[in-house]
């Protein structure tokens, strides 16, 4: 092995950040990795829209709430210790989401692989700012961010090819060998690092009131329209939501060892920061989601063809990420987040612009300046959070982060697939008050909206009204899937104006740092 390329004092921290983004790559390629699966997982499972949302949220739910829990337990346990627990359980549980025999097994394997990737993620981000000193991590976060955006990049096209040429199920089993080499690396290279100032003790109330909370409004939100947003199911539900918020927060500001410091908000730039991570997920996941389905189920792409089609996107992060990241050093990151937000606006503004007689061609200009506006928000955005906290506050605020991330990728999922739903199912009735179905074979055909499911319900039925049904699904996908990403544009327009008010610049003074890691010379980043 050459010399430069052997682990010693002086690359250590350079096999640390490859360490990291080995177990990032993992997480992230599973994020898209799932999409294009999506509609082959709904024929072999007979899974409903529902479901598919489930398959998504399950993850991300326990991915979000467990998030500071396990940034907070790396700093009192030891943060390599908690990441390389969270590689293992990431692993093992895709195995068995690779054996899934049911719907319900699948849903319950992605929980138990959010646990896993909620003990992953704050550590990367964590271990990261404590190796690197503040004016070097702008440019390690950068290469972070870009290893996020291969991931994302090869998810598509790799997830596509094992669905259409092995199986859904290999998709999991591909996590495998990658947490191998997290585990390996991370062993040999990374250094464990604590918080000596925080308290051991673990907020049992906090994990319990957050999770109750986000459980009972996601379930709400993604059966709403099933259950009835009237019914006593869901007003039960979103009455449980509003008081587990309510006393998780309460709970976190009386508390004697809260995962969530509030004080950390204090920093309009740490603020700005996480409100633009909840909107760049809740916009960017519930894109991925519904085109993925419209790709396969509406232009009739086979998966791989699907996973292709979604690379001028992702391969544009993967350019922008790490030019975005050193150029936060330089500029500070609220001009590149700004920007980046508001092309991510124009691109799903374009997207809404979709119709009946769209083909992948009218989408592409999309894909690419999307691509470009995520890659210049991600990195800026984790280097604007994480020089707002010193460096011993780096596990809990990267877990706040991380949460904020998840959390508004399960928000983005299931709120924009509720005001789908909501208006395929306000389309099929007008289109269909003619033929006067059963509520149960309309409510049917929504769930089951593009998909093979769908294809036969029409197909049992008369030629003449199987075709008029046919056309009205149409309709009603791509009216809905219009609507949908519209919300995801003022999403994403209303994070750019919050990035501009909230985020400081670059001159703004370092409080917060840890002046021990600080060189005087050097002026921190995006620090209020």
């Not at 999770?211 to 009455?239: C, D, K, M, Q």
């Not at 780096?394 to 991380?402: D, W």
């Not at 036969?456 to 609507?483: C, E, N, T, W, Y």
């Not at 890691?517 to 995006?526: K, L, S, T, W």
């Amino acid at each position: 092995m050459p010399e430069r390329l052997r682990l010693n004092e002086g690359n250590r921290k350079w096999w640390t950040l490859a360490a990291m983004c080995f177990a990032l790559f993992m997480i992230m390629l599973d994020n898209t990795v799932v999409n294009v699966a999506l509609p082959s997982i709904q024929d072999d499972l007979h899974a409903s829209l529902s479901s598919l949302e489930w398959t998504v949220n399950a993850y991300t739910l326990t991915f979000a709430v467990l998030l500071v829990t396990g940034g907070r337990l790396g700093d009192i346990f030891g943060r390599r210790r908690m990441f390389l627990f969270g590689v293992v359980v990431f692993a093992v549980s895709s195995a068995a989401i690779g054996l899934a025999p049911s719907q319900h097994w699948l849903v319950a394997g992605r929980a138990l692989q959010g646990v896993g990737g909620a003990f992953m993620m704050p550590g990367t981000l964590s271990i990261i700012s404590n190796t690197f000193p503040p004016h070097e991590r702008g440019r390690a976060i950068g290469t972070w961010a870009g290893v996020s955006a291969l991931a994302l990049a090869l998810g598509p096209a790799v997830g596509g090819a094992l669905t259409e040429y092995v199986s859904w199920r290999a998709i999991f089993f591909l996590n495998l060998p990658v947490a191998v080499g997290a585990v390996i690396v991370t062993l040999f290279a990374a250094r464990e690092s604590r918080d000596p100032t925080v308290d051991h003790r673990v907020d049992y109330p906090g994990i319990a009131a957050l999770s109750v909370g986000l459980t009972a409004l996601v379930l709400a939100l993604v059966e709403g329209n099933r259950w009835g947003w009237g019914s006593p199911a869901i007003v039960a539900l979103l009455a449980t939501a509003a008081v587990g918020i309510a006393l998780f927060v309460f709970v976190e500001r009386r508390g004697r060892a809260p995962m969530v410091q509030f004080e950390y908000f204090r920093s309009r730039s740490f603020a700005g920061a996480n409100a633009v991570a909840f909107i760049v997920s809740f916009a960017m996941l519930a894109m991925f989601f519904f085109m993925a389905l419209y790709m396969q189920n509406f232009l009739h792409y086979s998966p791989l063809e699907a996973g292709i089609r979604f690379l001028p996107s992702t391969a544009v992060i993967i350019v922008a990420a790490p030019i975005a990241g050193r150029l936060a050093d330089r500029i500070g990151p609220r001009p590149l987040i700004v920007t980046g937000l508001a092309l991510a606006a124009l691109a799903l503004f374009l997207q809404s612009r979709v119709s009946v007689h769209s083909g992948y061609a009218d989408l592409l200009p999309a894909f690419v300046i999307m691509g470009l506006g995520m890659g210049l928000t991600m990195s800026p955005m984790s280097t604007a959070a994480m020089n707002s906290v010193s460096a011993d506050k780096a596990g809990a605020a990267s877990g706040i982060l991380s949460m904020f991330r998840m959390v508004g990728g399960t928000f983005g999922v299931a709120g924009i697939g509720a005001l789908f739903q909501s208006l395929a199912r306000t389309r099929i009735d007008e289109r269909l008050s003619g033929l006067h179905l059963p509520s149960g074979t309309r409510s049917a055909l929504v769930d089951n909206l593009g998909s093979g499911a769908g294809s036969k319900l029409v197909d049992g039925m008369d030629p003449q009204q199987g075709a008029q049904v046919g056309a009205a699904m149409r309709d009603a996908f791509i009216h809905a899937l219009s609507g949908a990403l519209t919300l995801a544009c003022v999403a994403a327009a209303v994070g750019a104006v919050l990035a501009l008010v909230l985020i400081e610049p670059k001159r703004a003074h370092a409080r917060r740092l840890d002046p021990a890691r600080q060189p005087e010379a050097v002026e921190p980043v995006g620090v209020s």
